[in-house]
């Protein structure tokens, strides 16, 4: 599982080896239903359990670095967005929430992932832009990043527009870093750039990984990047 931040590694995104084995756990988990140690397994059936698995993290994480209490609407913003769209199209009963301060580099390091319905996956099942994704992983995550959505309402978020909000908040907003594995494609924001992994890489559903440097622009607002 290593090989999956050779390509990350690919751009400026550091992690901790914590981190590292944080993804292995998951992958360990969603493949051959090893308990977790590091991560926190999180019932997507169970809204009042994510509720409060997301207000845990952030408690943890704000506890331990002042600046991190300046955009704990920030992150409440991003965990929620992405667990409710797990919740709404992983088709899955299971996700997986990680977080850590990581003070060598002073960034947070956080980590949603699902081993249900890929983004390509969801995109089929509601029939939506079938023309723009064709038989491609690396086409759906492109789509999904730039905000086309899989509902009918057009200000809809979801997996497009909520991961393109993101996106764009972690990326310009807190000089941070999101990386996106789903299928075998993988989406590195900090250089814009799609690869096409190997199909020994390939993700069943799908990993988020967000990279926030704790160091916080004096202009970031929020509410520059929420509509």
């Not at 051959?32 to 408690?59: C, G, P, Q």
């Not at 924001?189 to 690869?195: T, V």
């Not at 199909?199 to 607002?221: C, M, N, R, Y």
């Amino acid at each position: 599982l290593e090989d999956y931040f050779l390509y990350v590694g690919r751009s400026d995104i550091k992690t901790t080896s914590s981190t590292v084995n944080a993804i292995i756990e998951i992958h360990n988990s969603i493949e051959k239903s090893i308990t977790v140690n590091l991560v926190s397994k999180i019932n997507l059936n169970d809204s009042n359990e994510i509720n409060r698995k997301i207000d845990e993290n952030i408690a943890s994480l704000c506890s331990l670095n002042d600046n991190i209490k300046k955009i704990k609407q920030s992150i409440s913003y991003f965990l929620s967005e992405i667990t409710d769209n797990m919740q709404q199209h992983a088709d899955t009963d299971f996700g997986y929430i990680y977080t850590k301060h990581n003070d060598i580099d002073n960034q947070i390091e956080i980590i949603l992932a699902d081993g249900g319905m890929s983004i390509y996956g969801s995109y089929i099942k509601a029939n939506k832009f079938i023309e723009n994704i064709e038989n491609s992983d690396i086409l759906a995550v492109g789509i999904a990043k730039d905000g086309y959505s899989t509902k009918d309402r057009p200000e809809a978020e979801n997996r497009g527009y909520g991961l393109s909000s993101n996106i764009k908040m972690i990326n310009k907003g807190l000089n941070g870093d999101f990386a996106i594995m789903s299928g075998n494609a993988l989406y590195i924001s900090s250089i814009d750039k799609l690869i096409e992994l190997p199909e020994q890489l390939d993700w069943k559903g799908t990993l988020v990984l967000a990279i926030i440097p704790t160091d916080i622009p004096s202009t970031f607002s929020f509410y520059d990047y929420i509509k």
